[in-house]
């Protein structure tokens, strides 16, 4: 039908994309069982393993998509303006609606904490290698999973915006709860989920939300190296 809201057909390759996404730190069993790692080399190469993790569901991806991804590729040629205009915009304001609800949430709500955001920072802390796991694989592959296979099941556009958006941001916090006070943070996520969402909608090519995606995160990531360099200083 072609006013369907939802491809119900393309269901169960999104529940297994998004399985793949969760137990796909099961990837680094590899490199543990190769290497006979003990606990100890475990917490100091946890990075490295992350990153092995990483590369091997974005390969998985990859190959998935691998038709789509090459006709988007080729959409960018002669638009790359107009991709990086609509990108940048929604972007901007999906910044903005997240800087001003977690300012609100700061002020008035402050039984909530950003969970997701201490363990982020626990990790960019770790190494300089963070660039890496955070700021390129980490959104390659959520906009995959959240944008690319999402689009795909929820065909009505306010549906899959709010539908990615919402779940990418309620996911970042559920996975580090530690109190029902904290959900109030799936606000200033989704914020930019909604925006990633929107600006791969209004363009239709998964490299807008992807493009923007890398840029916030390494730009979040670097900042937050150079200022705890600064403080080591």
Not at 30 to 36: A, D, E, R, T
Request: hydrophobic fraction near 55%; avoid cysteine; charged fraction near 10%.
């Amino acid at each position: 039908m072609k006013n369907q809201m939802i491809n119900f057909k393309k269901l169960p390759k999104l529940l297994g994309i998004v399985l793949l996404f969760f137990f796909s730190s099961l990837f680094q069993l590899i490199p543990i069982y190769l290497f006979h790692m003990s606990l100890e080399q475990i917490n100091m190469n946890q990075l490295w393993l992350t990153i092995f993790s990483n590369m091997i569901l974005l390969i998985i991806l990859i190959i998935i998509y691998w038709k789509s991804l090459k006709e988007d590729l080729k959409k960018i040629k002669g638009n790359l303006y107009s991709i990086l205009d609509s990108g940048i915009k929604y972007w901007l304001i999906g910044l903005a609606v997240m800087a001003i609800s977690n300012i609100i949430i700061g002020l008035f709500i402050t039984q909530a904490q950003a969970g997701n955001e201490e363990s982020v920072q626990e990790m960019i802390h770790s190494s300089a290698l963070s660039i890496i796991a955070i700021g390129i694989l980490a959104p390659i592959i959520e906009e995959l999973v959240f944008r690319k296979s999402f689009r795909e099941v929820f065909q009505n556009k306010t549906l899959f915006v709010l539908a990615s958006g919402l779940i990418f941001g309620g996911l970042h916090v559920v996975l580090s709860l530690n109190s029902y006070w904290d959900l109030f943070y799936i606000i200033p996520y989704s914020s930019l989920g909604i925006a990633f969402g929107y600006m791969y909608q209004k363009t239709d090519n998964i490299y807008t939300s992807i493009i923007m995606h890398i840029f916030h995160n390494t730009v979040l990531t670097t900042l937050s190296l150079m200022a705890g360099a600064m403080i080591l200083l």
